[in-house]
């Protein structure tokens, strides 16, 4: 049930709201629908929004060429030639095997990423669109003084109070509410004139009920106060370079030694920083504290001590860089508990690549009891329109995301259109990860379609589910690793398949084969031929993180995100050095070659919804991907390096 307090202004919002939808003020062609989404079983209506509340108004248009830049996205990868000339001085490259001197593997084009001017020129919209669309705003008293563009102005951005929008729209917007407090302005259906079905794929916020919600669990509030005992024997070992898996790692206390060694990074230093560069998302007013992640790295990563005064900030859309103590509700609510995680796993590994850390304000909260709305407006898309307007030169080439929501909670446009956003980035050469979720198939008791009919289903993760992203799943335990599972708090590492996206080309050879091998278990609760994911897992469970000064024990695909982009902008690291582009978009590459390079893992399942999931099996699989990166079928050569040799998919017998 909502607060008392939010019910209680329902009478007062409706009153105060002063809401009249009229119709536009002039009409080229009559108004149709354009979409109409259920809103959320979990958020409900609780009257009428402000009429002056602001919205800040995104209006993505139709790209002209994008079939063009997803063609290039799929064959223009990095050339494996060099994989093992990049990681490895004592040997030479006229002993590279000639089979590995393209790719897709093997096209002319691969590994020649596009510059931000050439994918502005495949994803703006026609002169007829953008002509057609500005037209209609002025027509509405709009005035071309308050309209913003993207670079390739795919997007158009205007703050409009919500009666204009209304208004423009033929809809009316509404406030709606959790039981948890959270509150969105949102409209379920929206209008356009006819003429303009076929230009504008989508205007957010409408019908959006996205909430990136961190992927982590806290894992504290049910085993207690960790064994300090054990935590201070773990930073004992941080200076240790020579150890063995079995003595660095403690599978209830991960550590980045413990990581780095079980990835076989922690030999490797890195050559390029600078040039070289890791970024991470924070959304939902986190951030990241430097003080946290001092005392971190201090016990840690001495070393990296430094690196906590020295990361920067990319502020977006008003978001936190707040450094003084927690309030007693963010300390009630965690705040910061993932930012923390996020920088401290990252520079654990990849010390001394830079760090930047991109924090974006947006939705929630929206408050309807102090009657002054705050940003209730969709935070990927200020986000996503800030790093592809970013140049070359200052973009992170790994990013790392450990954010999510249910993709149901989104309507197909919004999916598909921040989805070719997350293209657009992969051509220029960044390699995005996302955490693939913590509720395995989904959520228990939640797993049921949002289109009125209450139909069980498995809930696929947004933006997990885009083919256009390298989604990570969770392990847990070493020799084996395990799908990651914790019956204390119902963590569960998430995989499935998508029912908005199709199955991408590159899934084609390998995935059908793991669908068949279910023997029809679960049929009809997932969309066979949707986009499957996780595409690849890393360790996820009981990291050791400093939170407000003390010691917090985490666990969630959102530790494994930030440990996966490590390994990979390691990677990108040893290419720079050699003068070779960045991995960029990974998944053509990594499934078609690199996916021999991995550590199979076949034990557990995402398990959700009632069921044990879908299981991990040899192969990729719905649980795990193609597992950790780790190769165990490189052979004959004696590297330093050998988890990016492998990850790179080098092989000679």
Known sequence: ??????????????VGAGIAVGSPIK????????????????????????????????IGLKSSQFDELERHLYEGMLPISFAHFCISNSYEFSDVDPQWTVSSPSHHRYGQHLSQDEVNELVKPT??????????????????????????????????????????????????????????????????????????????????????????????????????ATVAAMAQLSTSTDLTVAQACNVTAVTPTCLRTLYRTINYTPQMPGQNRIGLNDFLGETNN???????????????AAASSEFIFEVVNDGSTQQTPDNA???????????????????????????TCFTTGGSPPFKPDLLTPTD???????????????????????????????????PPSFAAKVCSGFAQLGARGVTLLFASGDNGVGATGDCLSNDGKNTRMFLPSFPASCPYVTTVGATKDINPEVTAFDASNNFSSGGGFSNYFARPSYQDPIVPSYIASLGG????????????????????????????????????????????????????????????????FLNPMLYSLLYESFNDITSGSSIGCNTAGFPAKAGWDAATGFGTPVSSVVVGIDVTFTDLHGLLGFHKD
Not at 1 to 14: E, G, P, Q, R, W
Not at 336 to 347: F, K, R, V
């Open 521 to 584: 278990e679960y049929n009809g609760l997932y969309n066979q031929s949707g986009r499957g994911y996780p595409d690849i897992a890393a360790q996820g469970f009981r990291f050791l993180t400093i939170w407000n000064g003390t010691i917090a024990v985490l666990d969630g695909t959102s530790a494994a995100t930030p440990t996966a982009a490590s390994v990979i902008s390691l990677v990108n690291d040893a290419l720079i050095a050699v003068g070779k582009p960045t991995l960029g």
């Open 376 to 410: 209730t407006n969709e935070p990927y898309l200020a986000w996503l329109n800030f790093v592809l307007a970013m140049t070359s030169n200052n973009l992170p080439q790994t990013i790392s995301t450990s954010y999510g929501d249910d993709e149901q909670t989104v």
């Open 27 to 58: 009409v080229r062609t009559p108004y149709v629908l354009k979409e109409s989404h259920p809103v959320p079983t979990k958020w409900s209506r609780v009257g009428p929004a402000p009429a002056d509340h602001l919205i800040n108004l995104s």
């Open 329 to 355: 509700t963010q300390l009630m609510d965690g705040t910061d508990l993932e930012g923390n995680l996020d920088a401290e796993t990252i520079i654990g590994i990849t010390y001394p690549t830079p760090l």
């Open 290 to 304: 430097r003080s946290d992640v001092h005392i971190f790295l201090e016990m840690f990563r001495k070393e990296a």
């Open 127 to 228: 002169d007829d669109a953008l002509d057609l669309v500005s037209e209609w705003l002025i027509d509405n008293g709009v005035t071309s003084g308050q309209l913003q563009y993207s670079p390739a102005k795919d997007w158009i951005m205007v703050t409009l109070p919500v009666n204009e929008v209304e208004r423009l729209l033929d809809t009316e917007y509404s406030v709606y509410g959790t039981k948890e407090g959270s509150y969105l302005v949102r409209t379920p259906e929206w209008s356009l004139p006819k003429h303009l079905h076929d230009h504008i794929d989508v205007i957010q916020p409408t019908n959006s009920f996205f909430s990136p919600t961190p992927l982590h669990s806290n894992v504290m509030p049910y085993k207690g106060s960790p064994d300090m």
């Open 1 to 14: 049930m909502l607060s008392t307090i939010a019910h209680s202004l329902v009478l007062t919002l409706a």
